[in-house]
């Protein structure tokens, strides 16, 4: 056989063993070069590999439309994590959650000081993760998205001594990141009872808890992690918010509570109650200057009296009627009020004393003096019949008018004499009564001044956790 006949059997054998081998396996490299290199067979091993190559380029893309969603913007994204339907709590292996919170912003609305409430409002930061709500970065290339509040579970703060509390979302949305996170704020006004210590009033400073705790029970719940707390419109009348800060009763976590220092801004209160009783008593004392007698001084003292009244029912309106720590100045008030009166009376009764030198009443002194001039007329309509019957004498009509002239002047002299007796004695008495009056308003002046600012009332105010 001729040289030339060798070489085409072997490329015949050759090319029916690549067809053998191209069935059963895609072609290797070597022979997809041997056949490129062999111009007689290119063609078949060209049409022989085209369907293997379609195949294998037709099965990834069947694989990427059934892992890739066809939509991966952000709203795409929310509405696959809404359709989750995640309303109920993160069960987590613990079957507790922890809920951070990052801040609270707490400002006090106002101070009841009748009631013994005080409101506040404290906007709470919120997060924690729930990993039912992350996805793939790599599908849904976004870090967050905004889902409405009402699509998502949400934790629920409450005000463990809270009279009224009203919690309610910061806006209608919240923030989730793609692992999981999620992002809230709520808003809570609450009352809160506190017996605020006005011992001191108006010069009151005192403390009140505000207990923010949520769910828990046997083991599963919520756990709260706090942060940091901030104070903002610190001036809310006459009460300023002094500091607040976050406290657990017993360093249990489940006993979690604000402490709020609040001290009275005692000027209002000072120039509006405490200075006109002052300045009240000190206008009855001066009003011992007065003159028994013309009616000036009862006169005055009575509308001291009415005037210090007047106060005393605005005080009633500010301050409650008890408590644990009673204000000091409603004892105070009632003091000076006793005291004005005791004056008042004091005053009455010696001017009584000085125009008629006794005190039994008006109606047995004016009998009294009826009589004394009943019998005085007697005695002149007899001497008036003796002088009738007299005429005839002339010295006896001449001596008669003297003597009557003269008793007449006798009797105002002992009279005037009698009352100037009547006014001396009361005003010994009066000055007297008055260096009594002024010793017991300083002895009180140095007692009052003792139990406002050297004595003090102590109140817990965390009594209702005492169980």
């Known amino acids: 056989m001729r040289p030339m006949d060798h070489s085409v059997l072997k490329c015949c054998l050759f090319s029916l063993l690549l067809q053998t081998v191209s069935v059963a396996d895609p072609p290797s490299n070597a022979a997809i070069?041997?056949?490129?290199?062999t111009p007689g067979n290119a063609s078949n091993t060209a049409s022989a590999n085209q369907p293997s190559n379609t195949v294998s380029a037709n099965q990834p893309s069947n694989t990427a439309t059934a892992t890739t969603p066809s939509c991966t913007t952000r709203r795409c994204l929310a509405s696959m994590l809404i359709a989750k339907e995640a309303l109920s709590q993160p069960?987590?292996?613990?079957?507790?959650?922890?809920?951070s919170v990052p801040l609270i912003v707490y400002e006090t609305l106002s101070v009841d000081t009748k009631n013994l409430r005080f409101e506040s409002r404290l906007q709470v930061i919120l997060s924690w993760e729930d990993p039912d709500l992350s996805w793939d970065t790599s599908v849904y290339h976004h870090d967050m998205v905004v889902l409405p509040v009402s699509k998502i579970w949400t934790p629920e703060l409450h005000v463990t001594n809270g009279v009224q509390t009203m919690m309610k979302h910061g806006n209608k949305d919240l923030l989730?990141?793609?692992n999981g996170t999620v992002e809230h704020m709520v808003i809570m006004n609450t009352v809160v009872g506190c017996e605020v210590n006005l011992y001191n009033y108006p010069f009151a400073s005192d403390f009140c808890a505000i207990g923010i705790n949520v769910w828990v029970l046997s083991g599963c719940g919520m756990f709260l992690?706090?942060?940091?707390?901030?104070?903002?419109?610190?001036?809310?009348?006459?009460?300023?918010?002094?500091?607040?800060?976050?406290?657990?009763?017993?360093?249990?976590?489940?006993?979690?509570?604000?402490?709020?220092?609040l001290k009275m801004r005692s000027e209002n209160p000072f120039l509006s109650l405490v200075l006109p009783s002052i300045l009240i008593i000190v206008s009855d004392v001066v009003s011992f200057a007065l003159p028994l007698g013309g009616g000036e001084r009862i006169s005055f003292k009575v509308t001291l009296v009415l005037s210090f009244i007047m106060f005393l029912i605005i005080l009633n309106d500010l301050l409650p009627g008890g408590g644990q720590c009673s204000p000091i100045i409603r004892k105070h008030f009632c003091f000076c009020l006793v005291i004005l009166v005791l004056s008042t009376l004091q005053s009455m009764v010696l001017t009584r004393l000085a125009n008629c030198g006794t005190l039994r009443p008006c109606s047995l002194s004016k009998s009294k003096d009826s009589l004394l001039k009943d019998t005085d007329n007697e005695e002149v309509s007899k001497s008036d019949i003796t002088v009738i019957k007299l005429k005839a004498s002339e010295e006896e009509k001449m001596n008669t008018p003297l003597q009557k002239v003269v008793k007449f002047l006798n009797k105002m002299a002992a009279q005037d004499q009698k009352k100037a007796r009547r006014h001396r004695f009361a005003n010994k008495v009066d000055l007297i009564c008055f260096f009594i009056y002024l010793t017991v308003l300083i002895v009180y002046a140095v007692v009052i001044l003792y139990f406002s600012f050297g004595s003090s009332c102590e109140i817990n105010h965390l009594e209702f956790w005492e169980y």
Not at 33 to 37: A, T
Not at 91 to 99: G, L
């Open 33 to 37: 070069l041997y056949s490129e290199m």
């Open 91 to 99: 069960q987590s292996p613990s079957c507790i959650s922890n809920i």
């Open 176 to 178: 989730v990141h793609s």
């Open 225 to 261: 992690n706090f942060g940091k707390v901030s104070t903002t419109n610190a001036n809310r009348g006459d009460w300023l918010t002094e500091a607040v800060e976050l406290n657990a009763k017993g360093g249990r976590d489940d006993r979690n509570y604000l402490w709020v220092s």
